[in-house]
């Protein structure tokens, strides 16, 4: 089993940044991809990035990219997902994922069925 912590949400009005954190312990093995994915009631949860545990190769949802930074610490036990210009369309719950399918299969990373272990999830405000 793979235990998935997030922290880091808040409250932060249009503009602003917020970085969250993902704290993954427990049976590891098999982990190779990370991902983060929102949620707001009604719609359907929806990706925002992942990275590839082994070589740090990210992907981002073709909105977010370059506003969203994906990264993960050195020991792999780690993963942020920084959020800069935050606007009101970006509040949402944000999930961490953990999924073992294949490094390989890059057109995964934004299914949600696909990754076997969640997080509680942690409540982003933006307020303009």
């Known amino acids: 089993q793979v235990q998935l912590v997030e922290s880091g949400g808040g409250a932060v009005q249009a503009g602003g940044s917020l970085r969250l954190s993902c704290t993954w312990s427990?049976?590891?093995?098999?982990?190779?991809?990370m991902g983060w994915f929102r949620q707001v009631p009604g719609k359907e949860r929806e990706g925002v990035g992942a990275i590839a545990v082994d070589d740090g190769e990210t992907f981002y949802a073709i909105l977010l990219r370059g506003r969203f930074t994906i990264s993960q610490d050195k020991p792999k036990t780690t993963l942020y997902l920084q959020m800069n210009s935050l606007d009101s369309e970006d509040t949402a719950v944000y999930y961490c994922?953990?999924?073992?399918?294949?490094?390989?299969?890059?057109?995964?990373?934004?299914?949600?069925?696909?990754?076997?272990?969640w997080g509680q999830g942690t409540r982003v405000t933006v307020s303009s």
């Open positions: 427990g049976t590891t093995d098999g982990v190779n991809w």
């Open positions: 994922a953990a999924g073992s399918f294949s490094r390989y299969q890059t057109y995964r990373w934004d299914r949600p069925n696909d990754y076997d272990h």
